[in-house]
């Protein structure tokens, strides 16, 4: 069952995260919608630009309404990711959309305001919530790269300015993730210190953390045994998830983790099957070890477990 984004919050809000996880396919899918049945989880499937240019916008609208009555007793919502001022226009008036993220913190303050605003306005008219960006995230994201020295922490002064001006209904806070496989160098750990003070000044306002995958050790290693060469790899803490959980980051975005799950999964079959071109047997594979690994993120966001409480509160 699609629900708000809104309603996914307000359950979830300073108690424990939502995962929001990207999917591309029906694999994706697949091992998505079966993770969060199988650790009763609610969640946010995102789609970002990118993925509804990879085969067609309208494949992915089908594959989410084809696996919802595959998982009749999942709920969820359906997020735009990173979406310019047109993709988000384009999501509002799609009617599919729980909710859309315009992302201008690449533009200067009043800028971003400015655009925000129009968004929020233009999906508010059709009881649609808005994620905005503040403060700038490193790594990679769509078409974008920003370098390490240019990204900069949310400024939490500047973080109530802008909720007030937008009217936007989250905030995606840079609180020193980045997006990718390479988050920190040295030093594993959030800017505690920035959320506390940003919960300070928006007290009861859904937070956003980006970037916010765990780039597993194990699973490097194990990429990297079967032929990969990803060297210096690292990601967050998982075990700081809840933590930031409860001073109001209500979305935990997760990406990068799946796809390294994906690479594990297809290289070891193909080192191991070096004649074998079907591609539905690792398929299969990915499925079920997608669907484990997104139980296991739901355990440590504290989201699994609560989808009977959440039903009950939406009297479904
Ligand atoms: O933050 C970006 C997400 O990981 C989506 O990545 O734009 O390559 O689909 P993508
Ligand atoms: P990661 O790919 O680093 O998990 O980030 C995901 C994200 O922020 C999607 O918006
Ligand atoms: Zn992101």
Known sequence: MIVT???????????????????????????LFQGCIDSKAPFIIQISKGARKYTDKRMLEAIIRAASEIFPEAIFAVHLDHGDEQTCYDCIDSGFFSSVMIDAS???????????????DRAHAKGISVEAELGMLGGVEEDIKVEEGNACLTDPDEAKDFVQQTGCDSLACAIGTSHGAFKFKGKQSLHFDVLEKIKARLPGFPLVMHGSSSVPKEEVDRINAAGGTIKDSMGVDPKEYLPAAKLGVTKVNIDTDGRLVWTRVHREFFKEKSGDFDFRPPGKIFMAEYAKFIASRNELLGSAGQLEDLRASLGK
């Open 106 to 120: 690449h533009d200067p303050f009043e800028e971003n305001v400015a655009i925000t605003k129009r968004v929020v």
């Open 5 to 31: 984004t809104a309603q996914l919050f307000k359950h979830a809000y300073g108690k424990y995260a939502v995962g929001a996880y990207n999917i591309n396919n029906a694999e994706q899918a697949m091992g």
